[in-house]
Antibody, heavy 122, light 107 residues
Framework: EVQLVESGGGLVKPGGSLRLSCAAS????????MNWVRQAPQKGLEWVSY????????YYADSVKGRFTISRDSAKSSMILQMNSLRVEDTAVYYC???????????????WGQGTPVTVSS | DIQMTQSPSSLSASVGDRVTITCRAS??????LAWYQQRPGDVPKLLIY???ALHSGVPSRFSGSGSGTDFTLTISSLQPEDVAVYYC?????????FGGGTRVEIK
């Protein structure tokens, strides 16, 4: 069974940093592209960042470019989102999501974690 | 960047009704379109990919159609468990933009 478990969320002041982790199990992590998606309170889904199965292709939403960094560690079957220079508008639940097809460059998301909440407030 | 516009933003229908949700892309995305369902308090779930392919385990009352810029998600016979927000998403290239969502309620 595919499992994705996010951790690392919390309360942080504007300008601060957080490091989110997504621990994957139940599949061969190194074969799948991964993503971060966020959802602000009572709002819709916003794609944040993508990393290909090999880590060679990385994309960011304009809203986080230059502040967030995505990475993956296939040995640990985990994905990281390093978030710096956080803003109030980054407040959201952050989900990690797996790409549906192995090796496909930009697949839709077939498995989601339960999310970790991030609150940016002074 | 390509914008994804869903309509309506919300709808109310009776159990057994046929429900149609529309998603429009601001530029041609071929068939790189997915639909997700997010029930209240739950995480999103993939329903449809490649505009019309049903994801594993999704009931057959859900169907998708369209290509290019205009897409449709249809629920052939609305059930109480279909109360949710539905999102479309483009994935032909980055950014992997979601539509604004359509809230479906039971009348």
């Amino acid at each position: 069974e595919v499992q994705l478990v996010e951790s690392g969320g919390g309360l942080v002041k504007p300008g601060g940093s957080l490091r989110l982790s997504c621990a994957a199990s139940g599949f061969t992590f190194s074969n799948y592209a991964m993503n971060w998606v966020r959802q602000a309170p009572q709002k819709g889904l916003e794609w944040v960042s993508y990393i290909s199965s090999s880590g060679s292709h990385i994309y960011y939403a304009d809203s986080v470019k230059g502040r967030f960094t995505i990475s993956r560690d296939s040995a640990k079957s985990s994905m990281i989102l390093q978030m710096n220079s956080l803003r109030v508008e980054d407040t959201a639940v952050y989900y990690c999501a797996r790409g549906r097809s192995p090796y496909q460059l930009l697949p839709p998301f077939d498995s989601w974690g339960q999310g970790t909440p991030v609150t940016v407030s002074s | 960047d390509i914008q994804m516009t869903q309509s309506p933003s919300s709808l109310s229908a009776s159990v057994g009704d046929r429900v149609t949700i529309t998603c429009r892309a601001s530029h041609d995305i071929s068939n790189y379109l997915a639909w997700y369902q997010q029930r209240p308090g739950d995480v999103p779930k993939l329903l449809i990919y490649a505009a019309s392919a049903l994801h594993s385990g999704v009931p057959s009352r859900f169907s998708g159609s369209g290509s290019g810029t205009d897409f449709t998600l249809t629920i052939s016979s609305l059930q109480p468990e279909d109360v949710a927000v539905y999102y479309c998403q483009k994935y032909n290239n980055a950014p992997l933009t979601f539509g604004g969502g359509t809230r479906v309620e039971i009348k």
